[in-house]
């Protein structure tokens, strides 16, 4: 048997590799998407795919994202296992029809005897001037349909794991990257392994405050923790959540019971966000645990700016989710460690690009 050799590889290299070992097992998987074959192959998640497995099974699309969806939805009836790729999830509320009106319910109105066994890629983040039609994050849009399943993988080791997971699953998936995840490394076994679907991973553990992160707000949820407790003393549980539907909540009641205190930090707009339904259910289903209210941090309820001097008042990141512990912990902003803190939150790199301080591994 094959022992797994651990390397060093980035989200995107995460992904192309599960692309490529899926195709080589399964004969059922196709690529299709806008730009796939282009030299930029979706941000080179999808280079020499189509070298090596054909125009058959790779290939680009036309501007027509309802027909190209309903076109992977029918092939997904028929036994095929399509990865429909969106460059921007924009541009899939052009296929909410076909999404959310057959993919989502095929599987119930057929009275389980059919399956709809598809992938659907969308790519989010901001920066670079992508602005209000390019940078939203609309998970929650999504995650509100029953039927469909919503990931949002944040290291390069789930990435590969959870699209793999995704690929054989017989519910169709929608699989969200946040593109400043891209460039970021982690461990990654060169084998065909699975993360399962529907189970958040506590990546950092503390004893004061529970903070349960989505995708890139992971991130800023690890760079907060660890400054505050190199520089205050205070330990954040922070909780990879990984899935949006279904929602694991029995981690993050789990963290609470050890903390008493909550931040849910999340990508998308504050109203309706996953964030909210994630402290409705604590909320429903843990009130006596809470120490004190819970807390929400999303992007605001405006569109997303295009400007980059605009953009740096838009977005919550690390100084965000530390002050908001420190509040739940009735501590001070005034102390020098606290300043010292805050220092190490300062970036060296223009504000509208990846933060390529944070290079992993998780």
């Not at 989200?11 to 690529?31: N, P, T």
């Not at 959310?100 to 989010?124: C, E, L, Q, T």
């Not at 909210?276 to 941090?297: D, H, M, T, Y």
Request: hydrophobic fraction near 40%.
């Amino acid at each position: 048997m094959h022992e797994p050799t651990q390397r060093q590889l980035t989200f995107v290299e995460a992904i192309r590799e599960s692309l490529d070992q899926a195709m080589e097992q399964d004969s059922r998987v196709i690529v299709i998407g806008l730009g796939v074959p282009d030299p930029k192959a979706i941000f080179n998640t999808t280079t020499g795919l189509r070298e090596k497995y054909g125009p058959r099974r790779v290939f680009d699309m036309p501007l027509a994202e309802n027909g190209l969806t309903g076109a992977c939805i029918g092939a997904a009836i028929s036994g095929i296992r399509p990865v429909m790729i969106h460059q921007r999830i924009d541009f899939a509320l052009l296929a909410m029809d076909q999404l959310i009106n057959n993919a989502a319910k095929w599987h119930y109105m057929f009275d389980g005897k059919a399956s709809v066994p598809m992938v659907v890629r969308m790519i989010v983040g901001r920066g670079w001037g992508q602005g209000p039609q390019h940078s939203q994050s609309l998970q929650a849009m999504f995650a509100q349909v029953p039927g469909v399943k919503v990931i949002m993988p944040t290291t390069a080791y789930d990435a590969k794991g959870m699209m793999l997971s995704a690929i054989e699953d017989n519910n169709p998936v929608l699989f969200i990257e946040h593109r400043w995840l891209y460039p970021v490394k982690d461990r990654v076994p060169d084998t065909y392994y699975r993360v399962p679907i529907g189970k958040a991973h506590l990546i950092h553990e503390g004893s004061d405050v529970t903070v349960a992160a989505f995708s890139y707000m992971v991130l800023e949820a690890l760079i907060a923790a660890k400054s505050m407790f190199n520089k205050m003393g205070i330990g954040l549980d922070v909780i990879d959540m990984r899935t949006v539907r279904p929602l694991d909540v029995e981690t993050v009641l789990a963290s609470l019971q050890k903390t008493g205190r909550l931040i849910v930090a999340d990508t998308a707009f504050r109203t309706g966000s996953i964030a909210g339904e994630l402290i409705s259910q604590v909320v429903e289903q843990a009130f006596s645990a809470l120490k004190a209210p819970p807390v929400r941090i999303a992007s605001p309820d405006f569109p997303t700016p295009t400007s980059s001097f605009m953009a740096e008042h838009y977005y919550p990141g690390p100084k965000t989710i530390a002050d908001a512990a420190l509040a739940l912990l009735g501590k001070s902003k005034e102390s020098d460690s606290y300043r010292r803190m805050s220092v190490t939150f300062n970036r060296s790199g223009p504000h509208d690009s990846p933060n390529c301080e944070f290079s992993g591994p998780f």
